[in-house]
Nanobody
């Protein structure tokens, strides 16, 4: 069993900052990828930041230079530091991990419960 729990969402003024965190618990052999997605009302869920087991990162153009993703492999956690927030960043944010629970198991994707981020203008 693998569970992801998110924290850190809330309400912030435009130009402000917010930090999100996601921690996995349960049976984990290896995590090959950690990512953050967001979904605004009426829009598709989109990948905004990802990090691999070798610490390679990638960002959507809409958040590049404003958001920073990082991980702590020992704690099975990933964070997203969001700076210079804009009203367009308002969405539900979800973490997603690609996890193998044992050496014999396939890699599956697990989702956090989602956390609301609201940026006021």
């Amino acid at each position: 069993q693998v569970q992801l729990v998110e924290s850190g969402g809330g309400l912030v003024q435009a130009g402000g900052s917010l930090g999100l965190s996601c921690a996995a618990s349960g049976s984990i052999f290896v995590i090959s990828f950690m990512g953050w997605y967001r979904q605004a009302p009426g829009k598709q869920r989109e990948l905004i930041a990802g990090i691999t087991s070798s610490d390679s990162t990638n960002y959507a153009d809409s958040v590049k230079d404003r958001f920073t993703i990082s991980r702590d492999s020992a704690k099975n956690t990933v964070t997203l530091q969001m700076n210079s927030l804009k009203p367009e960043d308002t969405a539900v944010y979800y973490c997603n991990f690609a996890v193998a629970t044992t050496v014999l198991s396939p890699i599956l994707h697990y989702w956090g419960q989602g956390t609301q981020v609201t940026v006021s203008s």
